[in-house]
T-cell receptor, first 114, second 113 residues
Framework: DGGITQSPKYLFRKEGQNVTLSCEQN?????MYWYRQDPGQGLRLIYY???????QKGDIAEGYSVSREKKESFPLTVTSAQKNPTAFYLC?????????????FGPGTRLTVT | DAKTTQPPSMDCAEGRAANLPCNHS???????VYWYRQIHSQGPQYIIH???NNETNEMASLIITEDRKSSTLILPHATLRDTAVYYC??????????????FGTGTRLKVLA
């Protein structure tokens, strides 16, 4: 089955700890994205990558870091500098074609930091 | 960045058509309109997209006004499984010239038995 996997589904951490969220896709998509969703809100873009070994900050990148060493993988690290890390995190991928840009989303990881 | 405005919630009777409106009055000429839906605690699911013309697929129809300032997503025969939050999204450009989605808060559609 082609798709995007995120693990784990639920993650609990103590304040002050860094945590890395996994995102893998087997859709052969060049572009990958990380979003954050807070209760009752829409999605906000954290980081995106259009190609391996390259990525750009989205609208709310502070306190987060990413890497893109492989086409299939785009892990997100939530650092201790992120003031309000508790949220639902969604990973997505898409082709880079101008006319075929629909993003495919993973199931999400719900991070709780206490 | 173009922004979208949607009603926060709507109800629809099962079997009837659900018409979800969206305003995007600041949309630019080359910006697409996308619709996604999100069932509770899951990743959003793509529904349909369009630029100028009306579009239809197996899930829904998208009607875009001639001035492109608003659009309507139509679910022709709503079922209970269509209960979800529906996002109308304009595909904009990032500062580096790549595309990005600009999400609003969506419409919470509740299909009633």
């Amino acid at each position: 089955d082609g798709g995007i996997t995120q693990s784990p589904k639920y993650l609990f951490r103590k304040e002050g700890q860094n945590v890395t969220l996994s995102c893998e896709q087997n859709l052969n998509h060049d572009a990958m994205y990380w979003y954050r969703q807070d209760p009752g809100q829409g999605l906000r873009l954290i980081y995106y990558s259009q190609i391996v070994n390259d990525f750009q900050k989205g609208d709310i990148a502070e306190g987060y870091s990413v890497s893109r060493e492989k086409k299939e993988s785009f892990p997100l690290t939530v650092t201790s500098a992120q003031k309000n890390p508790t949220a639902f995190y969604l990973c997505a991928s898409s082709s880079t074609s101008m006319s075929s840009y629909e993003q495919y989303f993973g199931p999400g990881t719900r991070l709780t930091v206490t | 960045d173009a922004k979208t405005t949607q009603p926060p919630s709507m109800d629809c009777a099962e079997g009837r058509a659900a018409n979800l409106p969206c305003n995007h009055s600041t949309i630019s000429g080359n910006e697409y309109v996308y619709w996604y839906r999100q069932i509770h605690s899951q990743g959003p699911q793509y529904i349909i997209h369009g630029l100028k013309n009306n579009e239809t697929n197996e899930m829904a129809s998208l009607i875009i006004t001639e001035d492109r300032k608003s659009s309507t997503l139509i679910l022709p025969h709503a079922t209970l499984r269509d209960t979800a939050v529906y996002y109308c999204i304009v595909r904009g450009l990032t500062t580096s010239g790549t595309y990005k989605y600009i999400f609003g808060t969506g419409t919470r559609l509740k299909v009633l038995a």
